[in-house]
């Protein structure tokens, strides 16, 4: 299977592969492409070149790209496996790449209301009195 893989990257050229797997990556993370560019710290038009494939990034761009995106310089180079794409590892890449954007006190705030909603989960339930 891997090697289908490889043939198909390389039947449709890497910055198309790129083009595809940047759009697939923010679908993923359910953020449109103005977003996504913000979160990268990109023009708009600039992203959107990269993702109708009409430009090149350079390395660093793709890695900053890859970073905000919470995934792999080598996976949108179409090197990389395609990552878990199930609704609960969807959930958790969107609330990580989300995280990413706030500011400390803000990301703490939520770190201690979401392990206050894992705890209730841990507890057995309520047998009442």
């Known amino acids: 299977m891997g090697m289908n893989r490889i043939v198909f990257s390389e039947q449709i050229g890497p910055m198309k592969l790129f083009s595809i797997r940047l759009r697939?990556?923010?679908?993923?993370?359910?953020?449109?492409?103005?977003?996504?560019?913000?979160?990268?710290?990109?023009?708009?038009?600039?992203?959107?070149?990269?993702?109708?494939?009409?430009?090149?990034?350079?390395?660093?761009?793709?890695?900053?790209?890859?970073?905000?995106?919470?995934?792999?310089?080598?996976?949108?180079?179409?090197?990389g496996e395609i990552p878990d794409t199930g609704k609960r590892s969807k959930v958790i890449s969107r609330m990580n790449s989300a995280a990413q954007m706030l500011p400390d006190s803000e990301l703490e705030l939520v770190t201690v209301q979401l392990e206050a909603l894992a705890a209730k989960h841990k507890k057995p339930p309520f047998k009442g009195l």
């Not at 993370?29 to 109708?52: H, P, Q, W």
């Open 24 to 79: 697939k990556r923010a679908e993923d993370l359910e953020i449109s492409n103005a977003e996504a560019a913000r979160r990268v710290g990109l023009a708009e038009r600039r992203y959107a070149n990269y993702t109708a494939g009409e430009r090149e990034p350079d390395l660093a761009t793709v890695a900053r790209i890859a970073k905000a995106l919470e995934t792999t310089p080598d996976y949108l180079l179409g090197f």
